[in-house]
């Protein structure tokens, strides 16, 4: 990644009457990276994206595209910007590719060659001359993607994309939209409610609740960061293996699992552990570790509230 970010957020704010409903969020984007953007039901991550896209006007605070201030210079701001809001409106009548001229014919200084460059950039070369109403979702989709990154933007904005799609179609995007941000070296921000889908798709998420940003950092860091590990053995004869992690572990129950003895050890602990089994002619077949996934970690920190 650049180290120049292509979105920089600085203290945005929006405010209806004495509501603030988003508050002084700053945030910075890069390119061919894939921002999560997540947050609980009426946190605020709609109105921010909407102010970002200048769908809805800033009551304080800077959104800065590509060095230029969006209040200042709205055109050459948002001219960097692609996006898509849930399912992309086409022409169901018309093929893809007539879809993609179309809009083409609204975009100044963009060369027709694009038009098949961004085909092949979402896997639509054997469909493009198909209408559109025969199309799946995931297609439509891709489509819709094609058409936003048609003027090469630097920044693509996902508003819920994998919303309706089954197990393939979702594993498609995910697919995708890694391959765009590297090869059109986008920076990419995506809003979604699937919370595993997001722990495979992105490199950093960022949480907002209550209308501020609680939290930023990278997938890896959210899922494993924790100090303690929940730690299965895998043993036998069990019972006796039971007995001995009580003694070698004051104040732990070891819990009984389907895959062994469940305990809360440190890192440190976990060989230290299997030594003394070991030496106690207990046979440890297996020894896993339970790490907290994205999931996990984003209901802890919202206190389990429900996602947008």
Same mark, same amino acid.
């Given at each position: 990644?650049?180290?120049?970010?292509?979105?920089?957020?600085?203290?945005?704010?929006?405010?209806?009457?004495?509501?603030?409903?988003?508050?002084?969020?700053?945030?910075?984007?890069?390119?061919?990276?894939?921002?999560?953007?997540?947050?609980?039901?009426?946190?605020?991550?709609?109105?921010?994206?909407?102010?970002?896209?200048?769908?809805?006007?800033?009551?304080?605070?800077?959104?800065?595209?590509?060095?230029?201030?969006?209040?200042?210079?709205?055109?050459?701001?948002?001219?960097?910007?692609?996006?898509?809001?849930?399912?992309?409106?086409?022409?169901?009548?018309?093929?893809?590719?007539?879809? %993609? =001229?179309?809009?083409?014919?609204?975009? !100044?200084? *963009?060369?027709? /060659?694009?038009?098949?460059? &961004?085909?092949?950039? #979402?896997?639509?070369?054997?469909?493009?001359?198909?209408?559109?109403?025969?199309?799946?979702?995931?297609?439509?989709?891709?489509?819709?993607?094609?058409?936003?990154?048609?003027?090469?933007?630097?920044?693509?904005?996902?508003?819920?994309?994998?919303?309706?799609?089954?197990?393939?179609?979702?594993?498609?995007?995910?697919?995708?939209?890694?391959?765009?941000?590297?090869?059109?070296?986008?920076?990419?921000?995506?809003?979604?409610?699937?919370?595993?889908?997001?722990?495979?798709?992105?490199?950093?998420?960022?949480?907002?609740?209550?209308?501020? %940003? =609680?939290?930023?950092?990278?997938?890896? !860091?959210? *899922?494993?960061? /924790?100090?303690?590990?929940? &730690?299965?053995?895998? #043993?036998?004869?069990?019972?006796?293996?039971?007995?001995?992690?009580?003694?070698?572990?004051?104040?732990?129950?070891?819990?009984?699992?389907?895959?062994?003895?469940?305990?809360?050890?440190?890192?440190?602990?976990?060989?230290?552990?299997?030594?003394?089994?070991?030496?106690?002619?207990?046979?440890?077949?297996?020894?896993?570790?339970?790490?907290?996934?994205?999931?996990?970690?984003?209901?802890?920190?919202?206190?389990?509230?429900?996602?947008?």
């Amino acid at each position: 990644m650049e180290n120049q970010p292509v979105l920089q957020i600085r203290h945005l704010t929006k405010q209806i009457g004495n509501k603030k409903i988003v508050e002084d969020v700053t945030l910075d984007i890069y390119p061919g990276e894939v921002f999560g953007f997540l947050g609980p039901n009426g946190a605020g991550k709609t109105t921010t994206i909407r102010m970002i896209v200048g769908l809805i006007s800033i009551t304080a605070g800077d959104v800065i595209i590509r060095g230029t201030n969006l209040k200042q210079n709205f055109e050459k701001a948002i001219a960097h910007v692609g996006g898509i809001v849930e399912n992309p409106e086409m022409y169901k009548f018309l093929t893809g590719r007539q879809n %993609l =001229i179309h809009y083409w014919r609204m975009c !100044d200084g *963009v060369k027709k /060659e694009r038009i098949d460059e &961004v085909v092949r950039l #979402v896997g639509l070369e054997q469909r493009i001359h198909d209408p559109v109403k025969t199309y799946s979702l995931g297609m439509r989709q891709r489509l819709g993607v094609a058409q936003a990154l048609l003027h090469s933007p630097s920044l693509l904005i996902l508003d819920e994309p994998t919303n309706g799609l089954d197990p393939a179609g979702i594993r498609e995007i995910r697919e995708y939209l890694r391959k765009w941000a590297r090869e059109e070296n986008l920076a990419v921000m995506v809003s979604s409610h699937l919370l595993s889908e997001m722990e495979m798709m992105c490199d950093r998420i960022g949480i907002i609740q209550n209308g501020k %940003l =609680i939290d930023v950092k990278k997938v890896g !860091d959210f *899922v494993g960061e /924790e100090e303690q590990l929940n &730690v299965i053995y895998t #043993v036998e004869p069990a019972a006796e293996a039971k007995m001995c992690l009580k003694q070698l572990l004051p104040g732990q129950t070891p819990e009984v699992t389907p895959q062994g003895l469940q305990v809360t050890l440190s890192r440190e602990q976990i060989p230290q552990i299997n030594a003394e089994l070991v030496k106690r002619d207990i046979a440890v077949y297996g020894i896993q570790t339970a790490t907290k996934t994205l999931e996990d970690k984003f209901l802890e920190v919202t206190g389990g509230n429900q996602i947008v």
